[in-house]
């Protein structure tokens, strides 16, 4: 009975982007692709951990990084320090050019929901412009790093905001799934909503005219299903990924 059910559902292109996302996200799936950037991405290293404390140099780079990046908020040394102690925050550095550090990624600690989840907000995604897909160097570095960080980390709850189209798409590559804001816990719906008064014109950000609009919620497969499966938004306008 159960046979009958599963192989016509394979069917349903819902389905086959179900299974894509969890073999994405899965060891099997992002071994070969990680391999595999070393040809994407020559002389690129991705830096995490205890590696990232034999180069001390990253921090005043990716604080250069995030004051210079219109769409970053500004990180301090010490918040950096922290992150990358927690083992929460990946590096991609060119090694050709002496380390030069040439994209970041990072997940910062949003606090617990209201049942006692922790949550982490995916930022400071960065990569230096000469560097970038459409640069001179034509990289795929911002996927590399993406999806380091959602496949180390599967068991964390994770999501992730924008107004970029471009940043939407890369999430979708990589099994980002996109839901309402309402669909996420109070405590972590709040936590997120941080914009000051001057982008969203509203001093209760709990409205915020921009949400589910031109400001878009995702979250990672694996913290989809942890949160019981919520209805994704389908937008005709941005879910075919460039």
Same mark, same amino acid.
């Given at each position: 009975m159960h046979g009958g059910i599963m192989i016509p559902?394979?069917? #349903? =292109?819902? %389905? $086959?982007?179900?299974?894509?996302?969890?073999?994405? &996200?899965?060891?099997?799936? &992002? &071994?070969?692709?990680?391999?595999?950037? %070393?040809? +994407? /991405? *020559?002389? @690129?290293?991705? !830096?995490?951990?205890?590696?990232?404390? $034999?180069?001390a140099w990253w921090i005043p780079q990716v604080v250069d990084a995030t004051q210079n990046e219109e769409h970053l908020l500004t990180k301090t040394s010490l918040e950096l320090r922290t992150v990358a102690d927690q083992h929460h925050i990946i590096i991609a550095v060119d090694t050709r050019l002496n380390? !030069?550090?040439?994209?970041? @990624?990072?997940?910062?600690h949003l606090g617990r929901d209201e049942q006692d989840r922790d949550w982490f907000e995916l930022g400071t995604l960065w990569v230096h412009p000469d560097y970038r897909y459409h640069g001179? $160097?034509?990289? =795929?570095?911002?996927?590399?790093?993406? +999806? $380091? @960080?959602?496949?180390? #980390?599967?068991?964390?709850?994770?999501?992730?905001? /924008? &107004?970029?189209?471009?940043?939407?798409?890369?999430?979708?590559?990589?099994?980002?799934?996109? @839901?309402?804001?309402?669909?996420?816990?109070?405590? /972590?719906?709040?936590?997120?909503?941080?914009? =000051?008064?001057?982008? /969203?014109? %509203?001093? #209760? #950000?709990?409205?915020? *005219?921009l949400k589910n609009q031109s400001c878009r919620v995702r979250v990672p497969f694996p913290t989809w299903q942890r949160v019981g499966k919520p209805e994704r938004s389908i937008d005709s306008r941005i879910t075919k990924p460039s």
């Open positions: 559902s394979l069917f #349903n =292109p819902q %389905t $086959r982007k179900d299974l894509l996302a969890v073999f994405q &996200t899965s060891s099997l799936g &992002t &071994t070969p692709a990680n391999l595999f950037d %070393t040809f +994407r /991405t *020559p002389g @690129i290293q991705y !830096l995490s951990g205890s590696a990232l404390k $034999r180069f380390y !030069l550090v040439v994209g970041c @990624i990072a997940l910062w001179s $160097r034509h990289m =795929p570095i911002a996927d590399a790093l993406y +999806r $380091r @960080i959602l496949s180390e #980390n599967q068991s964390k709850n994770i999501l992730a905001t /924008t &107004t970029n189209l471009a940043a939407i798409h890369l999430g979708m590559r990589h099994g980002m799934q996109m @839901i309402s804001y309402a669909s996420l816990p109070k405590k /972590t719906h709040k936590a997120t909503c941080v914009c =000051p008064f001057e982008k /969203t014109g %509203t001093h #209760n #950000n709990m409205k915020c *005219p």
